[in-house]
């Protein structure tokens, strides 16, 4: 289908996204820089969703959200489908099925206290401003990469993670997990908050099969709640050893078995 029917759709949806408008490419002359999404936060005071989005050298952008955006960029993080799709992946699918591709999504500027951004497609063949959040999400359905103006970093307010809540982490086996909330919960449609899910997956862990968006719930037959009680439990595993862990994704549990690294980590 050509470009431009492509853009027609996207103006149709843009009315729900809150504002999408579409134009052909342009060239936009600002340092860019690449971002993977950190995590999802919670403004103390407030209680004001926030997207934090990091760079290879460890600075933070956080990006005030909203409450469902939150929802659609969690299950994003995690590639979770739901069986009737957010706007975000209904975009994302209507732009896939018609042959055309995402190439980024870009947080542009900021503007009275507010962040702009686009997506180009086609090669830069079209341009679509978007609200950041919107564009973080069809972004990561699409695997499309996430770029920031690097002046956006030197804005007093980029780095000012104080009032911001981040839930705890931890890493063991290549895999990072953070401990299942009924609010996560309640994001994938669930109503068991128990378990640690995976938000980052590489190296033993990720071999073995599991993934961002499991949940382990199981280590070696230990009923995992906590991260104190999984690192317990992970630390009585000697180097080199089997180690069995259970995840569930999409409501269906599976045992899988890998052998520890030579080394803890």
């Not at 460890?58 to 979770?80: D, F, N, T």
Request: charged content about 20%; glycine content about 10%.
């Amino acid at each position: 289908m050509p470009i431009k029917t492509i853009c027609g759709w996207l103006a149709i949806f843009s009315l729900m996204l809150g504002g999408c408008i579409g134009r052909p490419g342009a060239s936009r002359a600002i340092s860019q820089v690449k971002v993977e999404v950190g995590r999802i936060g919670v403004d103390n005071r407030t209680g004001t969703h926030y997207v934090l989005l990091r760079d290879k050298h460890g600075r933070s952008l956080p990006i005030m959200i909203g409450e469902s955006e939150a929802r659609a960029i969690v299950l994003a993080m995690h590639g979770v489908k739901l069986r009737r799709p957010l706007m975000d992946q209904l975009l994302s699918s209507i732009i896939e099925k018609t042959g055309n591709h995402l190439d980024r999504a870009v947080i542009s500027e900021i503007r009275g206290g507010t962040y702009y951004a686009y997506i180009t497609l086609d090669d830069d063949q079209y341009q679509v401003d978007c609200r950041p959040s919107d564009a973080i999400a069809l972004a990561m359905n699409t695997d499309a990469p996430i770029y920031v103006n690097e002046q956006l970093f030197q804005h007093p307010g980029a780095s000012d993670l104080t009032t911001v809540q981040l839930p705890a982490t931890i890493q063991k086996f290549g895999l990072t997990m953070q401990q299942m909330t009924p609010q996560l919960a309640g994001y994938f449609n669930g109503s068991d908050s128990s378990g640690l899910l995976i938000t980052d997956a590489a190296g033993v862990g990720a071999a073995a099969g599991l993934s961002r968006g499991d949940v382990v719930v199981s280590i070696d037959g230990d009923a995992v709640n906590t991260l104190e009680g999984f690192s317990a439990a992970a630390a009585r595993v000697g180097a080199n050893a089997p180690v069995t862990i259970v995840a569930r994704h999409d409501g269906t549990a599976r045992a899988i078995t890998f052998r520890a690294p030579p080394l803890s980590g």
